[in-house]
């Protein structure tokens, strides 16, 4: 078996078409051998034989900028080795990794530099992708923690809106004690009054006129504070269940007529007309509530109407849609426009309603009342004056 | 009409003594009690033919003295109580209570209350005539010899009654029998049919229509009911 050593030229010529980027350079810096790769990186004119000529004046000023340190350090006999980028066509990103390795040195001291170029883009690539996944990961965990935060600010809402819900059937708790321990007792006071009403009554005293007066007015102020009570009740205990409808029950509506007019003040009552267009017996609603609710009207009526004058309720039916039809009608002077659109709203106060107890609950117990029976109140015009308030009140649905 | 003997519950001295004195003036023979296990302890507790009941009782808590008193007899019973709210209405209704006041009452509305409730107790149920249901000439005989013309719907519910002998007949055994009719439909118009056979009878007689709606069951007619 035979063989030549290989000769400089055959080298450099398969180094070329093997791809590689390669250059041998003297110590003078005087270029021996360039590959195409070589020549391609660094913007050497291939064509121009730059094989025997110095490397400075081969390079463009700014790539020997880049690179001229570096040669002179592997000059001096320093391995180097660094990354040098460049944007190629269309922007993208190139990336070759050079090394510099030094070789023999003349007597100078100045050595042959052997120089190597390796592709390193996809290494590029690859630390992009995780660096682009490293932010995806952050953004993510960013998000995660956000997303606990909004649900440890959920969490504080939520407990801050259990403790207001306790706060709020502690309240209405203390509401119910509270008035029917005062309810009662007012109630028995103003029992007490009756009773010694009726034994000066009976007793045909001469002059009795001014103690009876006397006793039908505290009578009457007992009965006002009641009323508030019972209204201030029955907007706590409505708006706690929410508007849902009750159980309205069979009742047994002229009793329930009877019962409202016994709440009225005595003084007051002989003004009320009771007027039964229809004569309707037992109706679905929910007594203790539409008692509550008649009552509110009739005192309005009484209280804003001259003082002598007659109050109706009016009592009727429809049957197409079927409803009990329940109208209290006074001569007064009339709702003013500007009250109309508010009529119902809690605090509500008609002219002179300094001079009346109560915290304009009145109506919005009304209307509240009327929405749980899914019926309508309507505060109508009466000619040639005064007020009609007119209840819709729906029979026959299904509770 | 006010009934003879009423036994009175209700732990408010004071307005079980007003109370008490106004009944018996109005000549009703009134037991009171302070405390529910004190009627339960008495040698007859179902005895009387009245019973006015409050709610917050020390003892047996009221719901449950009524649901008691439910089992022995059907006495009318009226609860007074400060306790106000639809779900505290439906549930002494639904316990067999016959009218619920809220307090506070004075005793002129408790007395129109007992009378009332005592009155259509004493015309529906105790009254020892039928009513009498003519199916051939739709007819409705009451207690009081009136009679309501009766509309074909109206005879079909009737009928119903008659067969189920004083039990409740379910809205679904309603609406199968209507199903041809548009009472059929929804529960709304089952409901506003009878609220309208109802109104017939009522406007035919004065004595009590004994029709109860058994809620989200259906229907009772709670009388004595025969075909003519």
């Excluded at chain 1, 070759?96 to 042959?112: C, F, K, S, V």
């Amino acid at each position: 078996m035979s063989f030549s050593p290989v000769s400089a030229a055959q080298l450099a010529d398969l180094l070329g078409r093997s791809g590689q980027g390669c250059a041998l350079w003297n110590a003078e810096g005087v270029l021996l051998m360039a590959t195409p790769a070589w020549c391609q990186w660094l913007e050497v004119d291939e064509g121009a034989s730059p094989v025997g000529q110095p490397l400075q004046r081969l390079l463009p000023a700014s790539i020997w900028h880049t690179h001229g340190q570096r040669f002179a350090a592997a000059a001096r006999g320093l391995r180097q080795e660094y990354d040098d980028s460049r944007s190629g066509d269309f922007g993208a990103q190139r990336h070759r990794r050079i090394q510099l390795t030094p070789g023999a040195a003349d007597a100078q001291g100045r050595h042959e530099v052997l120089m190597q170029l390796s592709d390193i883009d996809r290494e590029y690539a690859r630390g992009e992708v995780m660096a682009r996944q490293r932010e995806q990961l952050q953004a993510v965990h960013e998000q995660l923690r956000s997303h606990r935060q909004d649900a440890g600010e959920l969490d504080r809402l939520r407990t801050l809106l259990d403790w207001r819900t306790a706060m709020l059937s502690e309240h209405n708790e203390m509401l119910q004690l509270l008035s029917h321990e005062i309810r009662q007792p007012l109630n028995n006071a103003s029992a007490a009054m009756q009773a010694t009403l009726k034994a000066i009554e009976d007793l045909h005293l001469a002059d009795a006129a001014p103690a009876t007066r006397a006793l039908l007015r505290a009578e009457h102020v007992l009965q006002q504070v009641m009323g508030t009570l019972d209204n201030t009740l029955a907007a706590g205990t409505i708006l706690a269940a929410g508007g849902k409808a009750g159980a309205s029950s069979e009742t047994d509506l002229p009793t329930l007529i009877k019962l409202v007019l016994h709440d009225i003040a005595a003084d007051l009552r002989p003004r009320i007309e009771v007027q039964w267009l229809t004569t309707p017996r037992t109706v679905q609603l929910h007594p203790a509530l539409m008692r509550l609710t008649i009552r509110n009207l009739l005192n309005n009526a009484l209280a804003y109407a001259p003082a002598d004058s007659p109050v109706q309720l009016r009592i009727s039916e429809s049957d197409e849609p079927l409803a009990l039809i329940l109208e209290v009608i006074d001569q007064g002077p009339g709702i003013p426009e500007e009250l109309l659109a508010h009529l119902f709203e809690k605090g509500a106060r008609g002219h002179h309603s300094h001079s009346r107890p109560g915290a304009g609950l009145g109506l919005f117990i009304v209307r509240s009342v009327l929405q749980l029976h899914q019926g309508t109140v309507q505060a109508l015009p009466h000619s040639p004056h005064g007020t009609v308030m007119r209840l819709v009140i729906p029979q026959g649905l299904a509770e | 009409m006010l009934p003879a003997t009423l036994a009175l519950v209700d732990d408010d001295t004071d307005y079980c003594e007003f109370l008490a004195q106004h009944l018996r003036s109005q000549g009703v023979d009134v037991t009171a009690y302070g405390d529910s296990s004190d009627l339960l302890a008495d040698d007859a507790p179902y005895r009387f033919d009245f019973y006015v009941l409050d709610l917050m009782l020390p003892g047996v808590a009221g719901t449950e003295l009524l649901r008691i008193i439910r089992k022995r007899t059907q006495a009318g019973v009226l609860i007074v109580s400060g306790r106000l709210g639809p779900e505290v209405f439906a549930e002494v209704i639904n316990a067999g209570a016959d009218m619920y006041l809220t307090k506070p009452v004075t005793f002129e509305q408790v007395e129109l209350a007992v009378r009332a409730v005592h009155r259509r107790i004493m015309t529906t149920a105790r009254t020892a005539t039928a009513w009498k249901l003519d199916s051939r000439r739709s007819l409705l005989t009451a207690p009081d010899g009136q009679s309501v013309e009766l509309g074909a719907t109206d005879l079909m519910l009737m009928e119903c009654f008659l067969q189920a002998r004083g039990d409740t007949v379910s809205r679904d055994h309603i609406r199968s029998l209507l199903a041809h009719t548009s009472a059929a439909e929804s529960d709304n118009s089952l409901h506003a049919t009878i609220y309208r056979l109802r109104r017939r009878i009522e406007k035919a007689t004065p004595v009590a229509v004994p029709l109860q709606s058994q809620q989200k069951v259906g229907y009772q007619f709670r009388a004595p009911l025969i075909a003519a």
